[in-house]
Every structure is written in C-alpha cells, then in structure tokens.
C-alpha cells in the first residue's frame, strides 16, 4: 500500500469548509483512496472512497488530483461534530478482501465555535 | 443504514476469565474483522473472517479465538484473559466485492485488572 502524508493538525470554525489534504505521491494505478475519521473514544466511521474521479456523498466530498498523487478531503459545512481525527488510506486489493486497515496518525480537525 | 453493533461499550474482568465479546453486523457483509486499538500502537488484526465457519489470523492472535457460526456474528473468545489484554476491541465488516470498505462497530472497552 502507498504512503500517505497528513498535517497532524488542523482548526476550522464551524459552519466553514473544511479542507483536509492527503499526499500519496507513490500510489499505484489500482490503489483506491478511502478517509475514516474517528472520534474520541468511538470506532472509525467510513467516510468516502474514490479511484481515480471526484467523488461526492452525504458527508463530504474527495477530490483527486488528475496525477493520483494527492487528495483533499472536503467538509462543506463542519460542525462541532466533526472534531476528529481523519486518516487518508491507500489500499490496493491485490490480496483480495480479507486485508486488514493500518492508520497511520492521520489529521486532528478541531472544529471551533 | 449500515449497522455494526458491539455487545458492550465496557467491559471490566478479572486476570483469567474467559472473556466473550460479540459483534454483529445488518448488512450481510462476507468478511469480518477483529481488531484491537492502543495508543501508540494504532489499529492491528486480531483475526478475520471471510465466510462462515471461516477464520484466518490476524497480526496479533495469540491469547484470542474466534467463532462465526452465522454470516452476521463474529465473536472474539479470550481463552484467560490477561491484563496486557486491556484495550479497546473494534468489530468490522465489509463486502466481498470492491472497493471493499469496512464499516466499524462503536468499540469494547475492556479493562482486565
């Protein structure tokens, strides 16, 4: 699996955008990009995954650059809620289904008022 | 809505009880997953599952079984539980077609003293 890269940390105020970057300068052709965040004492929540285009579901939007090297996650109206920490997966499937998740440290959001 | 549901939030046994923790899962996902989470140590497989009455192991299966007599359960079995087994135990299921994303439970919190 590629590495990725993520700020430790990061502020929105609340009801702006957040924009959570990725970098996975050495992702390979069938590696899919997939975001889970995990709040406080609470298991990791499925955010949204995508290959190759932009993708847009009931949480946020992922944006893929057209190079694959880098990503950013987007937050289009954060709530205090939202304070997490987000982590950016790179995952080929080369072995199948049965293929565990590792997170890396990934990105605090604090969301402030 | 997809559903993964842990039996307890907390857990506190004692050093060598048989330890039981169940999870199930509403969206008749192929593969289970058992992990364990630890600051520091981030999130490693205890063991999966990809079909009924079948398991394989994980990065970390010593001192654990499993069990998945039926497609939506999965428990993990702590044959004697021992204080180094402390941590928090997260359930998660996927389906057995791409991009395969897991779905995670709330979490067991379990403290052996």
């Known amino acids: 699996d590629a590495k990725t890269t993520q700020p430790p940390s990061m502020d929105c105020a609340e009801g702006r955008a957040a924009n959570l970057p990725c970098n996975h300068s050495?992702?390979?052709?069938?590696?899919?990009v997939y975001w889970y965040r995990q709040i406080h004492s609470q298991g990791p929540q499925y955010i949204i995954h995508?290959?190759?285009n932009n993708e847009t579901n009931e949480m946020a939007s992922l944006i893929i650059t057209e190079d694959r090297k880098s990503s950013t996650l987007i937050l289009p109206h954060a709530t205090l809620r939202d304070t997490a920490v987000y982590y950016c997966?790179?995952?080929?499937?080369?072995?199948?289904?049965?293929?565990?998740?590792?997170f890396g440290k990934g990105t605090l959001l604090t969301v402030n008022p | 809505d997809v559903k993964v549901t842990q039996s307890s939030r907390y857990l506190v046994k004692r050093t060598g009880e048989k330890v039981f923790l169940e999870c199930v899962q509403d969206?008749?996902?192929?593969?289970m997953f058992w992990y364990r989470q630890d600051p520091g140590l981030g999130l490693r497989l205890i063991y999966f599952?990809?079909?009924?009455?079948?398991?394989e192991k994980g990065d970390i299966p010593e001192g654990y079984s499993v069990s998945r007599e039926k497609k939506e359960r999965f428990s993990l079995i702590l044959e004697s539980a021992s204080t180094n087994q402390t941590s928090m135990y997260l359930c998660?299921?996927?389906?057995?077609?791409?991009?395969?994303?897991?779905?995670f439970g709330p979490g067991t919190r379990l403290t052996v003293t």
């Open positions: 998660a299921s996927s389906s057995g077609t791409l991009p395969y994303e897991q779905y």
């Open positions: 050495t992702i390979s052709g069938n590696e899919y």
């Open positions: 995508g290959l190759k």
């Open positions: 997966i790179v995952r080929g499937h080369s072995g199948g289904s049965n293929y565990k998740l590792t």
């Open positions: 969206m008749d996902h192929e593969n």
């Open positions: 599952s990809y079909d009924v009455k079948m398991k």
